[in-house]
């Protein structure tokens, strides 16, 4: 849990820093650094995605998840989740935008092959290696994103907190189920939503991230079918 928790703190720290570069910043220079996070985002995100070999189970779990997540409404949960989190510790920014940075930093954070191999690491191995350059990385991509998008990125660090440390907790059990495959499979899925992101901040279309994040899920579950149906 150590690494995790060093984690959560690289990128509140990264944040805070993000949010001192905004300060006094005018609209013109903050429509630069959206852009620049959005082709960040967008450049994370495809290299993610090739990590998928398997493209009808990519399409298929892209596809389901979105239609579950559309008809549970997961993106206007997570609006009203963004909405107490804002009410309680940030009265001052605004709702979309703190629910906004929250979804995309913990998208970005947590769907990752370094999320899940270097929290099966720690947990069976104790090796810390993975996460701590993962935790530089995301306290580097915490300052753009913060200063894009506001203080929600750094309750980003929640959803990492739980994902990893449950993943550190469980992965004795669980890592005999997870194979390369399935990491690659996730990694793409992952990056798929990354893409999503970055549209949302090139603002060349308002997509729902959120309601595509049974996706993942989908995935896992066509992984663990394909030995029985070889077209996946």
Not at 66 to 95: H, P
Not at 212 to 226: D, E, G, K, T, Y
Request: include cysteine; hydrophobic fraction near 55%; proline fraction near 2%.
């Amino acid at each position: 849990m150590l690494a995790t928790l060093i984690n959560a703190a690289s990128i509140v720290v990264g944040s805070f820093i993000g949010l001192l570069l905004k300060k006094g910043l005018s609209k013109r220079y903050e429509l630069a650094i959206f852009t620049a996070a959005g082709i960040v985002s967008t450049v994370i995100g495809i290299q993610m995605a090739l990590k998928a070999t398997h493209i009808l189970a990519f399409a298929i779990a892209l596809i389901a998840g979105g239609l579950v997540g559309t008809l549970l409404d997961i993106e206007g949960a997570l609006l009203r989740f963004g909405e107490f989190l804002k009410s309680r510790f940030a009265r001052g920014e605004e709702d979309t935008t703190f629910a906004f940075g929250f979804l995309s930093a913990s998208v970005l954070y947590c769907s990752g092959a370094m999320a899940i191999v270097g929290s099966f690491r720690a947990g069976t191995e104790g090796d810390y290696s993975i996460l701590l350059t993962k935790s530089v990385l995301d306290g580097f991509v915490s300052i753009l994103f913060a200063s894009a998008m506001g203080i929600g990125v750094a309750f980003a660090s929640l959803s990492v907190l739980v994902y990893q440390g449950l993943l550190t907790l469980v992965s004795v059990w669980v890592k005999p189920w997870v194979s390369n495959l399935m990491i690659g499979e996730l990694t793409g899925l992952g990056g798929a939503l990354i893409i999503m992101i970055g549209i949302n901040l090139l603002d060349l279309k308002k997509l729902k991230t959120g309601d595509f994040l049974p996706s993942l899920a989908f995935s896992v579950i066509l992984v663990l079918l394909m030995p029985f149906v070889p077209f996946l």
